[in-house]
C-alpha cells in the first residue's frame, strides 16, 4: 500500500470512530459518577455496670438511622453523623450520658470516634413537711428533704423503700419526722440497701445536731400519768405543735407502729429548747406489736436510743459515737432487746446553736420514774410510780457489747460509766460485755433501784468486765456511797468475771481498730476469737433460773457466749452500718 492509500485509510478509519463514539454517546446518554468509598464510625461506651445496656441512637445522611446498646462500629457513607445517647435505668439508679465528638464528619476511606461516657445522676428532690395524713410511699429513686417537724398522722402509713436516702434540712434547724399514735412506719431497708436518714451536709462537714432525729410514738403504758409531752415535740421549730407531743395515757402494750428494719440514723439530736434534745431514735410509749432490727444510730447530739414506756422489742442494734446515752430506758419500758453494740471513742462537737455534750454520758442509763407524773404508791416513793400495775421500769437486754473511750480523751465530769441503774428501775442484763468504761462499769445509784434488786426483779448475769475504772482507780464496781458494789453482785450470784488488768477491750475481739477520722465501719469485727474470755461464760439454759425463762420467752435466746456477737456466727453488723465523725 503506498502512502497515499495509507493515509486514505487512517482518515476512513477516524471517521468510523467518530461516528461511533457519536452513536454510542446517542444510546447511554451522561456518564454515571463513581461512588467514593465508605468509611466508618466508631462509637465507645463507658461508665455503666456489667449487663446494663446503654440507648443510643446513630443519625446521618440519606435517612440513616440505627441503634446501639453498647460499643460499636459502623460503615457508613461520607457525611455527618450524629449520636444520641438517653439516660438509662438500673434498679433505681440513674445514668445520664455525655457524648463527645457528635456530631462527626465520616470522609471516604477514614474512620471517625464519638465517645458516651455514663455516669450516675443524682436524684430527684422531693421536700416532705407539714403533715402525711394519707398513706405515702417514699423510693430510693427520689432523694428527700425533711423541712421541720413532719408528722405522720394516726390513720396514715409511710412505706419507705430499701435504699431511700432522707436529709434532715439544714436550713431548718431541729427538722425531724414523728410517727405518731395510730399511725405507722414500714421501712423495710436491706443490708445490701438500708435506708438512710442523716444530716443533709455532705460527709466531711456534718455534726451531731445537724438534725432532729426519728420520733415513734405508740399506744403503750407507760409508768406516768397526765399529759407527759415527748422532750423537745414543743420546741421551736417549722411545723411544731407548741403543745408538743403527748405519749402518755396509752392502753395498749401489743400496739403496732410498724417495722424498722436495716435502717441508720445519723447526725441528729438537735436541743430544740434547753434541756430539751430530741434523739437520734425515741420510742415513746411503742408497743410490742412494733417489729425493730438491724437499726443503727450515728453521731446523735443526744442519746442514741431512748425508751419512754412501752413494751417494743428489738434486736441487732448499734451505736456508734452518741452525745450522750447510747441505751436510756425508762418511765416502765418493758421491752427485750438482744445483741446490741455501743462504741464510745471521743465526744464529738456539736453543731453550732444545736445544743451541747451531755454532762453525764453513759453507756446504759436506765432509770424507774422521775419528774412530773411520777405517783407514789401506798409505802413507796414516786421512782416507784406503777408498781401497782406493774409498770416497773423491767426491760431486757441481753448479749451487749459496750465500749468506751480510750486512754486521753477528755470525759464529761458526771459520764463515762458502762451501766448506771437508778430511780427505781428494775430489769435483766445478761450475758453482756462491759469494757473499757473511764468510770466503772457498772453503778447502782439508789435505794429503791436497790430494793427491786433485792427481790429480784433486778438481775444481773453472766457479764464480763475488762479494762474499766481509769478515772476511779480502777474500780468496776461502786464505792461505799451507792449500792453496786461487787459484793452485792456476788450475793446475788451475777457471775459476773472481772478480767486481769492485762486484759484490753481491743483484747476481746477479732479487730477492734484505733478509732480515727479515717475509721470505717469495715475495720470493726466484733466477734470474738476462740482463746478470748467472752467467747464462752454466757448464761446458755434460762431454764436453769424460771424468773429470767418466764421473762424474756422465745424472743431472748440464750447463748454459750458473753457479748453481741457469737465466736463463729454471722457478723450481722456486716455491710449495712456506717462510721464516721464528720
Not at 236 to 264: E, H, K, M, Q
Not at 475 to 498: H, K, L, M, P, Y
Request: aromatic share 8%.
Amino acid at each position: 500500500m503506498t502512502t497515499t492509500q495509507r493515509l486514505r485509510a487512517m482518515a476512513v478509519t477516524s471517521m468510523a470512530l467518530l461516528a461511533l463514539s457519536a452513536c454510542s454517546s446517542d444510546d447511554d446518554g451522561p456518564t454515571t459518577p463513581i461512588t467514593p468509598a465508605n468509611g466508618t464510625l466508631t462509637v465507645t461506651v463507658s461508665g455503666l455496670p456489667s449487663g446494663v445496656n446503654a440507648a443510643l441512637t446513630v443519625t446521618g445522611p440519606n435517612s440513616f438511622s440505627q441503634t446501639a446498646t453498647a460499643s460499636t462500629t459502623v460503615s457508613v457513607a461520607p457525611g455527618s453523623y450524629t449520636v444520641a445517647a438517653a439516660q438509662v435505668t438500673q434498679s433505681t439508679t440513674r445514668y445520664n450520658a455525655t457524648v463527645t465528638g457528635s456530631p462527626a464528619t465520616v470522609a471516604s476511606n477514614a474512620s471517625a470516634t464519638v465517645t458516651v461516657a455514663y455516669s450516675v445522676a443524682p436524684p430527684p428532690s422531693a421536700v416532705l413537711t407539714g403533715s402525711i395524713n394519707a398513706n405515702r410511699t417514699l423510693t430510693a429513686d427520689t432523694n428527700y428533704v425533711l423541712r421541720g417537724f413532719v408528722y405522720v398522722n394516726s390513720g396514715a402509713t409511710l412505706t419507705i423503700a430499701p435504699g431511700t436516702r432522707i436529709v434532715g434540712d439544714t436550713t431548718a434547724l431541729g427538722s425531724a419526722l414523728f410517727v405518731l399514735r395510730g399511725a405507722q412506719i414500714n421501712a423495710n431497708g436491706t443490708a445490701a440497701a438500708p435506708i438512710v436518714l442523716t444530716s443533709q451536709r455532705l460527709p466531711g462537714n456534718r455534726s451531731p445536731g445537724d438534725w432532729g432525729g426519728l420520733v415513734i410514738v405508740g399506744n403503750g403504758r407507760a409508768n406516768r400519768t397526765g399529759n407527759i409531752i415527748v422532750e423537745g415535740s414543743n420546741g421551736s421549730v417549722i411545723g411544731a405543735n407548741p403543745a408538743g407531743v403527748i405519749y402518755t395515757g396509752g392502753t395498749i402494750d401489743a400496739d403496732n407502729s410498724g417495722t424498722l428494719r436495716y435502717l441508720r440514723v445519723e447526725f441528729a439530736g438537735y436541743a430544740t429548747l434547753t434541756d430539751a434534745e430530741l434523739n437520734s431514735f425515741t420510742f415513746a410509749a411503742v408497743g410490742s406489736g412494733t417489729t425493730v432490727e438491724y437499726v443503727q444510730a450515728l453521731a446523735g447530739l443526744d442519746d442514741n436510743f431512748e425508751w419512754f414506756g412501752g413494751s417494743v422489742n428489738g434486736r441487732y442494734l448499734v451505736s456508734y459515737e452518741s452525745g450522750d446515752d447510747h441505751f436510756d430506758g425508762s418511765e416502765g419500758y418493758r421491752g427485750l432487746n438482744q445483741f446490741m453494740i455501743g462504741l464510745q471513742s471521743t465526744f464529738l462537737t456539736p453543731r453550732p446553736g444545736a445544743g451541747a455534750v451531755s454532762t453525764d454520758p453513759q453507756g446504759f442509763e436506765i432509770d424507774g420514774c422521775n419528774g412530773g407524773g411520777c405517783v407514789a404508791p401506798s409505802g413507796a416513793n414516786a421512782q416507784s410510780s406503777g408498781r401497782d400495775e406493774g409498770l416497773y421500769n423491767m426491760n431486757v437486754f441481753a448479749n451487749f457489747t459496750m465500749i468506751g473511750t480510750p486512754t486521753g480523751v477528755t470525759v464529761p465530769g458526771s459520764g463515762g460509766v458502762g451501766a448506771v441503774l437508778r430511780r427505781g428501775t428494775g430489769g435483766y442484763y445478761l450475758n453482756g460485755v462491759l469494757a473499757r468504761w473511764p468510770r466503772g462499769a457498772i453503778s447502782l445509784r439508789d435505794s429503791t433501784s436497790n430494793n427491786r434488786f433485792q427481790v429480784d426483779s433486778l438481775i444481773v448475769r453472766n457479764l464480763y468486765f475488762a479494762e474499766n475504772g481509769e478515772l476511779a482507780s480502777g474500780a468496776n464496781f461502786d464505792g461505799a456511797t451507792n449500792f453496786g458494789q461487787e459484793a452485792a453482785f456476788t450475793a446475788r450470784n451475777s457471775n459476773i468475771v472481772v478480767g486481769a488488768s492485762t486484759v484490753t477491750a481491743a483484747s476481746l475481739f477479732t479487730a477492734l481498730p484505733t478509732v480515727g477520722a479515717t475509721t470505717t465501719a469495715a475495720q470493726f469485727d466484733w466477734a470474738p476469737s476462740a482463746s478470748s474470755p467472752i467467747a464462752t461464760g454466757g448464761l446458755n439454759n434460762f431454764a436453769a433460773d424460771p424468773r429470767i425463762a418466764a421473762r424474756v420467752g422465745t424472743f431472748i435466746v440464750p447463748t454459750a457466749y458473753r457479748g453481741a456477737a457469737a465466736p463463729t456466727g454471722v457478723k450481722w453488723w456486716a455491710g449495712w452500718t456506717n462510721y464516721a465523725r464528720n
